[in-house]
T-cell receptor, first 110, second 115 residues
């Protein structure tokens, strides 16, 4: 069974600071997805990473994928309060189903 | 507007009662999924369907049932056999391409509470 681990599980950071969320997975896959979830809401797609070395950026968020290390990172630059949410990574195995990480709850403090 | 709708938004179930959660999409997606999310946790797959009249069990299918009679609809029934059904239920769909590269798109969710 594919296992997907994120760390940290909880992250409290000050506005303006940088930080990285890590997503490790246990089985070879070259498809990795990042989602955002606001409290009580559904999931919103952020990034789709489809090959080794893929890097995607949107605003203050940048995601990357290293398939050899089975690692994806979500880097936050100069955090702002609006980025407070829970972030999930998900790995696609064989195109059938996604395996989700445990989530990282991010709180940005003014 | 293309998207995924789920109803109801909130649902209350009595002990021993079966309830059905609705999921409809007008994105013309082939694949549909049901997930369960418990407080502070990630998503766990209940069932998924890649084509009409076919579906597969996910990791936590016990106590749940589904049907896929139409491409746009994938209802989930929570049966009385599911001992702890209180959770947030999310439906998702995905365009099924030859290389399976598309992301999943999620509905707004149904919050089920057992009384």
């Amino acid at each position: 069974e594919l296992k997907v681990e994120q760390n940290p599980l909880f992250l409290s950071m000050q506005e303006g600071k940088n930080y990285t969320i890590y997503c490790n997975y246990s089985t070879t896959s070259d498809r990795l997805y990042w989602y955002r979830q606001d409290p009580g809401k559904s999931l919103e797609s952020l990034f789709v990473l489809l090959s080794n070395g893929a890097v995607k950026q949107e605003g203050r968020l940048m995601a990357s994928l290293d398939t050899k290390a089975r690692l994806s990172t979500l880097h936050i630059t100069a955090a702002v309060h609006d980025l407070s949410a829970t972030y999930f990574c998900a790995v696609d195995l064989l195109g059938n189903q996604f395996y989700f990480g445990t989530g990282t709850s991010l709180t940005v403090i003014p | 507007d293309g998207g995924i709708t789920q109803s109801p938004k909130y649902l209350f179930r009595k002990e021993g009662q079966n309830v059905t959660l609705s999921c409809e999409q007008n994105l013309n997606h082939d694949a549909m999924y049901w997930y369960r999310q418990d407080p502070g946790q990630g998503l766990r797959l209940i069932y998924y369907s890649q084509i009409v009249n076919d579906f597969q069990k996910g990791d936590i299918a016990e106590g749940y049932s589904v049907s896929r009679e139409k491409k746009e609809s994938f209802p989930l029934t929570v049966t009385s056999a599911q001992k702890n059904p209180t959770a947030f239920y999310l439906c998702a769909s995905r365009r099924r391409t030859g290389t399976y590269t598309d992301t999943q798109y999620f509905g707004p969710g149904t919050r089920l509470t057992v009384l």
